[in-house]
């Protein structure tokens, strides 16, 4: 999709796709229970332009659970009992900072990706990366390119 970008609204804990200012898709987030910042290590959201450096988990079945960008055969489901652990799930689209600030974001692992914690979605909960219900990651993955520019906002 051409000339489409991402903006998440850390406030709204939401992510839109558009087209100029025309909202295309949306879903809620959950960015870092630890609020925005660019340190190394933080576990906080980083703030500014990005862009997708990756796209990781074409194929892959929903809720499949990944370690260290691969595949590891397991399958999330939600009957599975909540767990405090932060699974990245489904699919993942990994970040590169674009502005001096950020440049360290894709060395911090920042990705969208889908979670074991679906229940916390539409509030800040995650370690620095921005999660989405597997179903929204799969979603927005077959929507975006390597490529696509995005925007985190406070």
Same mark, same amino acid.
């Given at each position: 999709? @051409?000339?489409?970008?991402?903006?998440?609204? /850390?406030?709204?804990?939401?992510v839109d796709l558009l087209e100029g200012e025309t909202?295309?898709? @949306?879903?809620? /987030? @959950?960015? @870092?229970?630890?609020?925005?910042?660019?340190e190394e290590g933080s576990n906080k959201t980083p703030?500014? *332009?990005?862009?997708?450096?990756?796209?990781?988990?074409?194929?892959?079945?929903?809720?499949?659970?990944?370690?260290? *960008?691969?595949?590891?055969?397991?399958?999330?489901?939600?009957?599975?009992?909540?767990?405090?652990? $932060?699974?990245?799930?489904?699919?993942? !689209?990994? !970040? #590169?900072?674009? $502005?001096?600030?950020?440049?360290?974001?894709?060395?911090?692992?920042?990705?969208?990706?889908?979670?074991? *914690?679906?229940? +916390?979605?539409?509030?800040?909960?995650s370690h620095g990366c921005i999660r989405l219900r597997?179903?929204?990651?799969? $979603?927005?993955?077959? +929507?975006?390119?390597?490529?696509? #520019?995005?925007?985190?906002?406070?």
């Amino acid at each position: 999709m @051409s000339g489409s970008h991402l903006r998440v609204d /850390v406030e709204a804990q939401r992510v839109d796709l558009l087209e100029g200012e025309t909202v295309l898709w @949306s879903a809620p /987030v @959950s960015t @870092s229970a630890l609020g925005l910042g660019e340190e190394e290590g933080s576990n906080k959201t980083p703030r500014g *332009r990005f862009r997708i450096a990756e796209k990781i988990g074409a194929g892959e079945p929903l809720g499949a659970r990944f370690v260290c *960008r691969k595949p590891t055969g397991e399958v999330w489901t939600p009957e599975m009992p909540p767990q405090e652990v $932060d699974w990245v799930l489904t699919r993942i !689209l990994w !970040l #590169e900072g674009l $502005d001096p600030a950020n440049a360290n974001t894709q060395a911090r692992y920042i990705y969208f990706h889908g979670t074991n *914690r679906e229940d +916390r979605i539409g509030t800040p909960a995650s370690h620095g990366c921005i999660r989405l219900r597997n179903g929204d990651a799969i $979603d927005l993955f077959d +929507r975006v390119e390597v490529g696509t #520019e995005v925007e985190i906002a406070g």
